[in-house]
């Protein structure tokens, strides 16, 4: 079971009576990276902040973490909870994550920003090697991530690969970094099973809004996210100007926009169902 953490905030944020939203980070980093946008999120939604395994305080899997093995570990999170379907946003592995609950009718809606596993077999070997590049200056590099975090420009020098404008961000997304790159305990059995060697299925069965999100400055990604379209029914392409690979803090009020609409749409869907029935 994963470490999940109800985001409080500033109590006069918290929406106890808002419904649910997850947030799924991406592979390199951790929780701390929806810091941005979760003042925004608050708002309107119930938010459920993860670390996914082996990140944080969240135990690693004794299998094999794979795409399937690490969507089992959230949703016993969810079940832990006591939630049911709940809106997801998700970045990059998290998206692809998001989108295997979708596949699994464990989400109401998705809003999935670069998601991972539609890339080919260069772009694999590409996005493998820079994970793992990334993995070994960050591990040599981590005795002094907490205190270059300090400055705008140690963060920028952290986070330039993942953000369009890494000056901006909090010292808490540097911290994510260290702990999903540096810190990790599956990181290398992650790259493998849920980067390398995951290939998507059944997402004809995605019923729920799904929109697919990536920043232009995205260069970790490039162009895959928008291969997604043809395989969901009803999927939505946004792309993001002046946002990189991991845009929470590019682009913060625009993505908790994406999600408002976005769950607005499965709201329509579900009146519109009842009015039929």
């Given at each position: 079971?994963?470490?999940s953490?109800?985001v409080?905030a500033?109590l ?9 939203l997850?947030?799924l ?22 938010v ?18 794979t795409v ?40 109401r809606?998705?809003v999935?920003i670069a998601?991972s596993?539609?890339?080919?077999p260069q ?11 990334a ?10 991530i907490?205190s ?7 963060r ?16 808490e ?50 162009g ?10 009803g999927?939505?392409?946004s ?6 690979h ?11 926009r ?6 607005a749409?499965?709201a329509?869907?579900t009146?519109?169902?009842?009015a039929i029935?």
């Amino acid at each position: 079971m994963l470490d999940s953490e109800r985001v409080t905030a500033p109590l006069s944020l918290r929406s106890h009576s808002g419904e649910p939203l997850l947030l799924l980070h991406g592979l390199g980093t951790s929780r701390r990276d929806f810091t941005a946008v979760i003042p925004a999120l608050t708002d309107r939604f119930d938010v459920i902040n993860v670390d996914l395994p082996g990140i944080g305080r969240s135990p690693h899997l004794e299998q094999r973490p794979t795409v399937a093995a690490i969507t089992d570990a959230v949703e016993h999170t969810l079940d832990a909870e006591g939630l049911g379907p709940v809106h997801v946003l998700g970045n990059s592995l998290g998206a692809r994550i998001a989108l295997e609950l979708a596949v699994r009718g464990r989400a109401r809606s998705v809003v999935a920003i670069a998601p991972s596993g539609v890339n080919i077999p260069q772009e694999r070997l590409y996005q493998g090697a820079t994970m793992g590049l990334a993995r070994i200056v960050m591990r040599a590099a981590q005795p002094l991530i907490a205190s270059v975090s300090r400055s705008a420009a140690g963060r920028a020098a952290l986070l330039a690969p993942l953000k369009a404008r890494p000056w901006s961000t909090s010292p808490e997304e540097a911290i994510g970094v260290r702990e999903g790159f540096a810190e990790s305990r599956d990181f290398w059995r992650t790259v493998l099973w849920a980067l390398m060697l995951d290939v998507p299925r059944s997402l004809d069965r995605i019923d729920c809004p799904v929109t697919l999100v990536q920043g232009v400055a995205d260069w970790v990604a490039a162009g895959q996210t928008v291969r997604y379209l043809p395989l969901i029914p009803g999927s939505r392409f946004s792309p993001l100007l002046m946002a990189g690979h991991a845009p929470q803090s590019d682009r913060p009020a625009t993505i908790a926009r994406l999600v408002e609409e976005t769950a607005a749409r499965a709201a329509g869907r579900t009146a519109t169902l009842r009015a039929i029935a």
